[in-house]
């Protein structure tokens, strides 16, 4: 039986080893360290939440190369959250966090590009996020690195610098729900399928970026993540 249009072509971000990472769906935590969390106007380790963005909203950058983020419409507050980026590789659901290692195909540099103005306004409205979360190209992310390459990633810094200028640091042990305690929580509500990404969280230091920026995002053990906004 045919299609009645063409298909879309499958969502897919690098490997360090030469191959792809179809992306299935993209969940993103909330206020996962405490410091940004205090900076958007909450405190406590309060119940983890999620929102998700599409899968083709992912702006894949080869390792070494530099990404070209179009500015978006509808804003003019674009601003960048920098985070640790879990690649799923096995499926399932209720899984215990003490397993959730299992799970874990690799991981990855991302950055959740978020209209900040629009998000803002849904907030004050009750109205949910995705005119501010969920647009093309708003899940830059680099090379998926394996786990059995990296091992577990539980510390390191996580950095962001914009042209030369360091805007985000934290550390990955500082995160308020751990990895493995999100994909348990995450696997109560939705089947979790290979080819999911987990965003799991920005450290303190958001702020705006305008066209002609260079964003370089790190984390320790994943190499630098490079985005151009045009």
Same mark, same amino acid.
């Given at each position: 039986m045919s299609f009645v249009v063409t298909p879309p072509a499958v969502a897919a971000v690098p490997t360090s080893d030469g191959r792809r990472f179809p992306v299935h769906r993209i969940y993103c935590v909330g206020r996962n360290y405490a410091e940004h969390a205090q900076e958007m106007g909450h405190s406590g380790r309060e119940p983890p939440f999620f929102f998700l963005k599409p899968a083709d909203a992912v702006l894949p950058v080869a390792d070494g190369g530099t990404g070209e983020m179009a500015y978006p419409s509808l804003t003019a507050d674009l601003h960048h959250e920098i985070e640790l980026v879990v690649a799923i590789g096995r499926g399932g659901r209720d899984i215990a966090a003490a397993d959730a290692a299992a799970y874990i195909w690799g991981y990855a540099v991302g950055l959740d590009m978020t209209r900040r103005d629009r998000q803002s306004e849904m907030k004050t409205q009750g109205r949910p996020w995705e005119i501010g979360k969920a647009f093309e190209q708003s899940a830059p992310i680099g090379p998926v690195h394996p786990i059995g390459r990296t091992g577990r990633l539980t510390t390191g810094a996580i950095t962001l610098a914009v042209n030369g200028t360091l805007r985000q640091k934290g550390d990955l042990a500082d995160l308020i729900w751990s990895v493995d305690e999100t994909i348990e929580q995450l696997s109560r509500a939705w089947l979790l399928q290979p080819g999911d990404l987990i965003f799991t969280g920005t450290p303190a230091g958001v702020g705006a970026v305008q066209r002609g $920026?260079?964003?370089? /995002?790190?984390? $320790? /053990? +994943? /190499?630098? +993540?490079r985005v151009t906004v045009r």
């Open positions: $920026d260079r964003m370089e /995002g790190a984390i $320790d /053990g +994943l /190499g630098t +993540l």
